[in-house]
């Protein structure tokens, strides 16, 4: 069995940790050391508070994770993409990557966190490469959020912006959340399509897994993992795979 979930957003002041610490222990609990609990990104949310505070804050979710035996995979998300930078040992609690294949009933699955699909749609002439750069600093930041965003853009990626430039007003859309940002349709409209593949480099039947948009769905052969924030329409979604079968499933909110 493979489990995916994304966008806890933990350090978040609308984050459901509360709920997402119950699902590791009624859920994920019970797996066995053949299967799999991938944290599909932005689990942690390095952007709006200080990552070591972040970390202390949420050692007892850590502590959980510690004490399942299943597999468990750490795909980087925009919001916590500097775990990628961090050179842990093997025997650390689990392995961090950028994407994740993995087969179930002999079917392959292709896992990203999905902000390289809203690069991919919406932010160009950004590359994914020079999206993922502002990541870091962004996870890195020292000063106030939105007031840095042109000065991290002029020191990581040297772009210039002159006055109504469209790069900058898509550059602002980063900082905005998912559920607000405009032409987010465009993600899904890539992912459900038959030419993903030649951008993610995907095999013609391989499916596709992700989250980032906050906007859980299920199809044949492509799913959102949802997320675990107060502010979204839909919430504590994640994706069941077993025996080649995808299923999105809801944990019950706590009151």
């Known amino acids: 069995m493979i489990l995916a979930v994304s966008d806890v957003h933990l350090g978040y002041q609308e984050s459901n940790r509360r709920d997402f610490l119950n699902f590791l222990k009624e859920v994920c609990k019970p797996l066995g050391p053949d299967d799999h609990l991938i944290l ?14 972040v970390a202390i804050e949420n050692q007892l979710i850590f502590k959980t994770l510690e004490s399942l035996k299943s597999k468990v995979h750490y795909v980087v998300g925009n919001h916590d993409y500097t775990l990628i930078t ?44 020079e999206y993922e750069s502002l990541c870091i600093s962004l996870c890195q930041r020292t000063g106030d959020f939105i007031g840095d965003i042109l000065s991290v853009l002029w020191d990581t990626l040297h772009l210039s912006f002159k006055k109504g430039d469209k790069r900058q007003k898509t550059i602002r859309a980063i900082t905005e959340a998912p559920e607000s940002r405009r032409d987010m349709q465009k993600v ?68």
């Open 86 to 129: 961090l050179k842990l040992p093997k025997s650390q609690l689990f392995d961090v990557r950028k994407t994740l294949r993995l087969e179930d009933n002999n079917i392959p699955y292709n896992f990203i966190h999905g902000y390289q699909l809203e690069a991919l749609a919406i932010f160009e002439p950004l590359t994914i490469e």
């Open 40 to 53: 599909l990104g932005d689990i942690l949310d390095f952007w709006r508070r200080n990552n070591i505070t």
């Open 188 to 255: 899904d409209q890539l992912a459900r399509s038959s030419v993903r593949g030649l951008f993610l480099g995907l095999s013609r039947n391989e499916r596709l897994v992700f989250g980032h948009t906050h906007r859980p769905f299920i199809e044949e052969d492509v799913a959102n993992t949802g997320s675990w924030v107060d502010d979204a329409k839909i919430q504590n979604t994640y994706l069941k795979i077993e025996d080649g079968k995808m299923e999105l499933k809801t944990f019950k909110k706590q009151k």
